[in-house]
């Protein structure tokens, strides 16, 4: 194969690319020093409150901000949601005030006057029967002949409900900005966004729409560190602009205005929930021959999103598949990690699971055997990541039939579950600074969510120069800089090490050129490593990284790094294994982790130690989702009942379990794939495989997500299924 | 969160003083775990705020085996955990303020105000009042009752008492002493505990100027405790079930046994018939299984909350058998 002169090094020459380097704004977070959106305080800062509507469906009759603005203390006052506007969800926002304190922005707001026309609403959707007309067909598949392989007598069918509730995002830091004026053209957003480089053009536009004239360009997004986002915040949203006009109107002083965290769980990011029967076939050897579901879910006013089943298995020879879209008055639906998978994985893995058990056979033999019907590129894959599972998770040894035999009320079961994600990297660019007294800084207008942006860029740059981590200056999260696009869908690290790569070599060579005349050699017999350019083959002959750099007199090295580029940095397609290991108390119907495994590939990993925190996450993640989460609406007030984080339950440490155990696939048919994308992947398994799990353990299924003790006593007392 | 005025007494005279006779004009601020959330929710918005923590009357832990148990009621849960005595002759107590999995809420909330604090229930903590009222009629039975009452719920009142430490001081005869304007009153632990049967009612037998200021454990030798709750999550939840027992083991049989359920009605819902169930009888499995189906016999569940029955049925019987395998 031809190099390419961007090219990864080779596996024997890589010094940092695939080792664990720490992060390296860990001591930053770790000390408190790392700001984070919520975290900006401003001089002469306002303090921005929204009023919510009640209720879940009303028509807004009238609306005065005017008590508001005349209240002490309130700089600022606009109504959101003027009279005859439909809400569509309690906690929707129908009015703002900005004043000189939080607590005065609060009195402030309660005094708006709002009257509505309260109109009809419907929160839950588990009972299709009952959703009436806010159920819309959103479409049905056929493939082969499904109704003859269910027909055929020697077919093994299996039949079963499943389903997953609307969850939230959750981040630990709510949604919001703080925003101000610095002059008539000129806004500043400190936003905790996903989207540095999109932010100003989204502000720009829905500025203009409301008659307030600034260019996108003159708007600048600041976003350092962000408490989480999980694919919610992607946008200005609604209390941006708000914020923006706020500000505008008090005289361009900075407004604060973040969520609370109540108004986050209601309205500001949900996972649309996902129920349905499945009916699934096997020929007497276990291979599976047909398909059919009936699926439906929520997504709040707008449609549901259609997970993709039979998940990962698109192979089965005969499908029918039909899915409904109940429109509900709850918030609206966001991308959440991964969107429509962890949902089609656990309708797809639980069905077939149940096949499995109906068939007598051990599940993980069951979905060897039946890996082919996977898309051929993810086969091999799968294979060696089944067998690394099996041997991490002891399957062997600890798997049993249906119902764990065991005399007493402990009982414990091993699960497993598959997934796939594309991520390649998305289109982003940098500024890779050489300058004559050897610093290196590389500038993008990327983010990092937490998932080691930085340190990716940082390891790169720093493989490519030859020097240590430590000399790389890394500066992001600032629209000035380079566009880079949005962090979701897996796409940044792709793009962040690409980009990198690119800009690093061009700045690299030109330094080369520099350098050359005083080594005697031409610019492309040299090479950078251990802190010295020196010539290939011949160490005598070098200099140290700053009087190479010192060769360059006055003039500083600029080059631009760009995703997508010459030569293959990046891929896409990933296939990953999961296995849970729980034990059930059959009295109190309470699930605890012993052990989960992740193996998981991603192609070239960048850094490893990262790499692996992000399965970690989405492993914790998923016994979130697995065993606590869901947003729990009451269908009288229309209103969530669990908005804040004593009732809306996640996992503490002591819930996680004895062993989480990660594995990336890397070597060869992995690191010469290049980079690709792992923020969804690991998120995707877990409610599958602990779902299976439990089943296996305690001998039936539990239907529904979240594993609650209520539905696990339900489960047993209806009995075994299979 | 409402403006309030803010008062720190030191002591208690002048604290009774500074509460008013109403409610919801001033509040008495202890540990504040529970408060100032509720004053952020806007659930309680008090005018004025009665701090007692500098009143140093309401602190110490004293034991004797003559005089018992003497907790004052702004000693912390961390505190009575900490105690040697309380860890040596009330392990039930332990057990159950080992319940509270918050380090914060550990060094921060107080023992009187474990017993005061108000209901979880998430109608009343999202402004439907205690009885979860809604165009006149309570949305608990057609509603989201899955964390709601099984025993004592026939109506108005469905919330669940929420105290982890009521349960077994109930079960081991214990008293708190109330100071108001016209001077001190002790009652059992159980009757500070009320089921509220209209609008405007509390949940404990307490005036809005009374201060609880001590708890008062008797010691009697020979007796084992032990705690019980049935919680989803090990990090900080509050349990879906919990159950306090109090007995003797005597000549291989049980004595004076004394059960005490929590999180299932809307006060600590003492059972006499998982008393009558353990009484007399030899220690096992099979008599503390009974002594739960006991304790349960009369649920009646709501529409989603069936499962905690069991939850129930079963807190009983692991805290009968926690306490008989205790050394007597």
């Not at chain 1, 899915?323 to 998978?341: D, E, M």
Request: charged share 20%; aromatic share 6%; proline share 6%.
């Amino acid at each position: 194969m031809a190099s390419c002169k961007y090219d990864w090094p080779p596996a024997g020459q890589l010094g940092l690319i695939g080792k664990k380097t720490d992060r390296i704004d860990g001591p930053a977070k770790v000390s408190g020093r790392a700001k984070y959106s919520y975290d900006i305080n401003r001089p002469g800062m306002l303090f921005g409150k929204m009023l919510t509507c009640p209720h879940a469906h009303a028509k807004v009759k009238s609306i005065d901000v005017s008590p508001a603005l005349r209240h002490p203390g309130v700089k600022a006052a606009l109504v959101i949601q003027d009279v005859g506007s439909e809400i569509q969800w309690a906690g929707d926002e129908v009015a703002a005030v900005a004043a000189v304190d939080f607590a005065t922005a609060e009195d402030a707001v309660r005094l708006i006057k709002v009257e509505y026309d309260v109109l009809p609403h419907l929160v839950r959707e588990e009972n299709l029967s009952k959703d009436g007309d806010r159920a819309k067909s959103a479409g049905e598949q056929k493939v082969g002949d499904p109704d003859k392989a269910f027909a055929d007598p020697e077919a093994v069918v299996s039949e079963g409900f499943y389903g997953a509730p609307v969850i939230t995002h959750c981040c630990l830091e709510t949604h919001g900005n703080v925003v101000e004026w610095g002059g008539p053209d000129s806004v500043l957003t400190y936003s905790s966004t996903q989207n540095v480089s999109g932010i100003p053009s989204q502000l720009g536009a829905a500025l203009r729409a409301k008659k307030i004239n600034v260019q996108d360009g003159n708007i600048e997004t600041i976003c350092q560190y962000i408490g989480g986002g999980f694919g919610s915040k992607f946008s200005i949203d609604r209390w941006g602009v708000v914020a923006a006009e706020l500000s505008k109107q008090a005289g361009g002083k900075p407004v604060k205005l973040m969520l609370d965290r109540g108004e986050d769980l209601e309205v500001a990011g949900a996972r649309p929930s996902y129920f349905g029967h499945v009916k699934a076939s096997a020929a007497k050897d276990g291979s599976i021959t047909a398909w059919h579901s009936e699926t439906w879910g929520t997504g709040g006013p707008g449609p549901s999103g259609v997970p993709p089943v039979p998940y990962v298995l698109t192979g089965i020879p005969n499908i029918y598949k039909k899915h409904t879209s109940v429109s509900t008055n709850i918030g609206p639906a966001r991308a959440w990690r991964a969107p429509n998978h962890p949902q089609a994985c656990l309708m797809t893995l639980a069905a077939l699971d149940d096949l499995a058990a109906k068939l007598n056979m051990d599940s993980m033999e069951f979905f060897k055997k039946n890996i082919l019907l996977a898309p051929t590129y993810l086969v091999k894959t799968y294979q060696e990541e089944f067998d690394k599972a099996a041997e991490l998770s002891e399957w062997s040894n600890r798997w049993h039939p249906r119902g764990d035999k065991t005399p007493g009320h402990l009982k414990r079961g091993l699960g497993v579950s598959f997934h796939t994600w594309g991520g390649r990297g998305h289109a982003g660019s940098c500024n890779v600074i050489v300058r004559p007294d050897g610093s290196v800084t590389v500038q993008s207008g990327t983010q990092d969510l937490g998932t080691g942006t930085r340190t990716v860029i940082a390891v790169v740059a720093a493989e490519t120069f030859g020097l240590p981590v430590e000399a790389i200056q890394v500066e992001i999260g600032d629209s000035r800089y380079p566009f880079d696009g949005a962090s979701g869908g897996s796409t940044t690290v792709g793009a962040a090490s690409a980009w990198t790569r690119r800009g690093s070599v061009d700045a690299l060579n030109q330094l080369f050129a520099a350098v050359a005349p005083s080594l005697g050699v031409q610019p492309n017999q040299l090479e950078a490593r251990d802190g010295k350019v020196q010539v290939q083959g011949d160490s005598s002959k070098s200099l140290s990284w700053k009087d190479a750099c010192a060769k360059l007199g006055a003039k500083t090295i600029h080059t631009m790094g760009k995703n997508p580029g010459p030569c293959e940095l990046d891929s896409v397609g990933v296939g990953g294994v999961q296995v849970a290991d729980v034990t059930v108390d059959t009295e109190t119907g309470l699930v605890k982790i012993n052990r989960l495994v992740a193996v998981q590939d991603c192609g070239l990993v960048i850094d490893k130690l990262t790499a692996e925190s992000q399965v970690y996450g989405g492993l914790i993640m998923g016994v979130c989702y697995a065993l606590f989460e869901e947003k729990i609406m009451d269908q009288t007030i229309g209103r969530m009942l669990n908005a804040n984080m004593e009732f809306y339950k996640l996992a503490g440490i002591g819930d996680i379990g004895g062993e989480l155990i990660v594995h990336m696939m890397t070597g060869p048919g992995y690191d010469n794939r290049g980079v690709i994308g792992l923020g969804e992947p690991p998120v995707i398994s877990p409610g599958a495989a602990i779902s299976n799990a439990v089943a296996n353990a305690i001998g039936v299924r539990v239907s529904q997500l979240p594993l609650t003790p209520a539905r696990v006593l339900a489960a047993l007392a209806k009995g075994a299924v299979a | 969160m409402q403006a309030f005025e803010y008062a720190s007494p030191r002591n208690l005279s002048e604290a009774v003083r500074l509460l008013s006779v109403r409610w919801g004009e001033s509040s008495i601020l202890a540990g504040g775990t529970d408060l100032i959330s509720a004053m952020k929710d806007g659930i309680s918005t008090p005018k004025r705020l009665v701090n007692i923590k500098q009143i140093s009357e309401l602190g110490g832990i004293e034991f004797s085996p003559r005089n018992g148990l003497r907790l004052g009621a702004m000693v912390t849960l961390r505190g009575l955990l900490d105690h040697a005595d309380v860890q040596q002759h009330y392990p039930g107590l332990i057990q159950a303020a080992e319940g509270v999995r918050s380090e914060q809420l550990r060094n921060m909330g107080t023992a009187g105000g474990e017993l005061l604090q108000r209901p979880r229930c998430w109608y009343y903590r999202n402004g439907y009042g205690l009885l979860a009222m809604h165009d006149g009629k309570s949305l608990v039975p057609d509603g989201q009752n899955e964390y709601h009452a099984i025993l004592g719920n026939s109506g108005p009142a469905y919330f669940v008492s929420p105290s982890g430490l009521a349960p077994i001081l109930i079960a081991l005869g214990a008293t708190v002493t109330l100071h108001g304007p016209r001077g001190t009153r002790r009652i059992e632990v159980e009757k500070l505990f009320v089921t509220p049967t209209r609008v405007g009612q509390r949940e404990h037998d307490i005036q809005p100027n009374e201060i609880l200021t001590e708890i008062r454990v008797p010691y009697r030798a020979g007796v084992r405790t032990a705690t019980y709750e049935v919680r989803q999550k090990e990090a900080l939840d509050w349990p879906l079930a919990a159950a306090a027992v109090a007995l003797r083991v005597e000549g291989g049989v049980i004595r004076d046994p004394r059960v005490v359920l929590g999180q299932v009605a809307p006060v600590p819902w003492a059972s006499p018939e998982a008393d009558r169930a353990l009484s007399g009888k030899r220690p096992s499995e099979d008599v503390a299984d009974a002594a739960g189906r006991a304790a349960v016999a009369k649920a009646t569940p709501l529409s989603k909350n069936g499962y905690k029955v069991q939850l129930a049925r079963i807190a009983v019987k692991r805290a009968v058998l926690s306490a008989v395998q205790q050394g007597g």
